[in-house]
């Protein structure tokens, strides 16, 4: 029995179609809406101090056909700690701030948060870190400048107060890649 055109055309284009879906593993859209790295800050004496925004994450599709991930509000303000000389047992966060800039809109958030410092034992390595995330600190994709206030604690119990200030620049990022690449990358 022959087959007429048309039907002829879909199911190559539904071989093809499976082929291209097995060998790439589909297609992964990527979005990224995020500020850059980690940026170091001096905290106080023998401790520096990593701060980003981490975007939150969002997939959708299917794999073997299409993916799409979206990275974008609202964003974590993560600190990860790091004292060289063993001299803190403790970092403590009792205020942000959130200024955009171009814009009168600003948020101050009193917290109170606090983590403890844990050694590390990688030779060669900077030796004890702590990390603390404050959820949904920066709400807009922009141009912002923000600051945390809090202190370190020492093992004896005194406090040594901070106020760092940062600025943090929109980027944006978008990308296509076969699905297998992108797993790949992300494993990394």
Do not use: C
């Amino acid at each position: 029995m022959p087959m007429d055109k048309e039907t002829m055309f879909w199911r190559a284009f539904l071989l093809s179609l499976a082929f291209v879906m097995v060998v790439t593993g589909g297609i992964f859209v990527v979005n990224i809406n995020d500020f850059g790295p980690a940026v170091p800050h001096k905290l106080a004496d023998g401790s520096e101090a990593d701060i980003w925004l981490q975007p939150q994450i969002i997939e959708v599709g299917a794999p073997f056909l299409m993916v799409y991930s979206h990275y974008g509000p609202p964003y974590s303000l993560n600190v990860r700690n790091w004292d060289g000389g063993g001299k803190y047992k403790s970092i403590h966060i009792s205020e942000i701030t959130v200024g955009y800039d171009g814009s009168s809109i600003a948020g101050r958030r009193a917290i109170d948060l606090s983590a403890g410092v844990k050694p590390v034992r990688n030779p060669g390595f900077r030796s004890a870190r702590s990390l603390i995330s404050v959820p949904d600190a920066v709400v807009y994709h922009d141009d912002n400048k923000a600051s945390i206030k809090g202190w370190l604690e020492k093992p004896d119990g005194k406090k040594t107060p901070f106020l760092v200030s940062f600025d943090f620049r929109a980027q944006h990022q978008m990308g296509l890649a076969p699905y297998w690449i992108a797993l790949a990358a992300r494993k990394q």
